[in-house]
């Protein structure tokens, strides 16, 4: 799908700080957006007030999730394990079941979600996200395994979906689009950084780049050291 079919797109998570980032990468290609968030951050999206049609509610509604989408060429979707209510797998879940087929679908997660098996991850890296999931449970505060749910199931649907895996983030001004692996451990990806700001970049690129149509791509910041390394690796005279 070309820059051309792309005219309306969905963001769902759009009061978030990715989610605010990506309305803005939206908007700057002349897309017309239509944001989701719960009504009560609403009040987060005023700076776009007049530029983005809003739709207040749980993302992970089918309802909201019906109307928001409605006409919409491409779909970008924070995955967020909020709750313990399986509020990533439902919003998943609700933007495959109501997107219009053939639209270009587009899902945010971490490293710690693998399509096929083949990452490489750390002692120090498989241990944190292990914290962080008994953390979340014990608080009734995120759920790390629905996220990986969620994404089980964009894995099996037939749609034109990509998942975009995002290293540790930090914010900062644009050091332009991210470079990308299928799995994690590739020395590519060794410097585990991103800035948000090029994570959204990203996500709003992959809607008309059809090389990742049901790709899972692990990205990582195009100016730290392991992807300059990579890129002087790959200039270099064999």
Not at 39 to 54: H, M, N, Q, W
Not at 80 to 97: C, I, K, M, N
Not at 153 to 160: E, H, I, K, L
Request: with cysteine.
């Amino acid at each position: 799908m070309g820059t051309e079919r792309i005219k309306r797109v969905c963001v769902v998570g759009a009061s978030g700080k990715l989610g605010q980032y990506m309305v803005r990468h939206a908007l700057e290609r002349g897309y017309e957006v239509v944001g989701v968030c719960r009504e009560r951050s609403v009040p987060k999206l005023a700076g776009f007030d007049g530029r983005i049609t809003v739709v207040p509610g749980p993302t992970d509604d089918p309802e909201v999730i019906r109307r928001a989408v409605e006409g919409c060429d491409g779909v970008l979707t924070v995955l967020a394990p909020w709750g313990v209510r399986q509020y990533s797998s439902g919003t998943a879940q609700a933007v495959l079941d109501h997107a219009r087929p053939g639209a270009r679908l587009v899902f945010s997660c971490g490293w710690h979600i693998t399509r096929d098996g083949a990452d490489r991850y750390s002692r120090m890296f498989r241990a944190g996200v292990r914290i962080a999931a008994v953390l979340g449970r014990l608080v009734r505060a995120v759920e790390i395994d629905d996220q990986v749910e969620a994404c089980r199931r964009v894995f099996a649907s037939d749609t034109r979906w990509t998942v975009v895996r995002g290293s540790s983030l930090e914010e900062g001004e644009s050091e332009g689009l991210p470079v990308w692996s299928r799995h994690v451990g590739d020395p590519v990806l060794a410097s585990d950084l991103t800035r948000r700001v090029d994570f959204a970049l990203f996500m709003v690129e992959a809607l008309t780049d059809d090389a990742l149509v049901r790709e899972a791509p692990a990205i990582v910041g195009c100016r730290t050291p392991s992807a300059l390394a990579h890129a002087d690796g790959a200039r270099a005279p064999r």
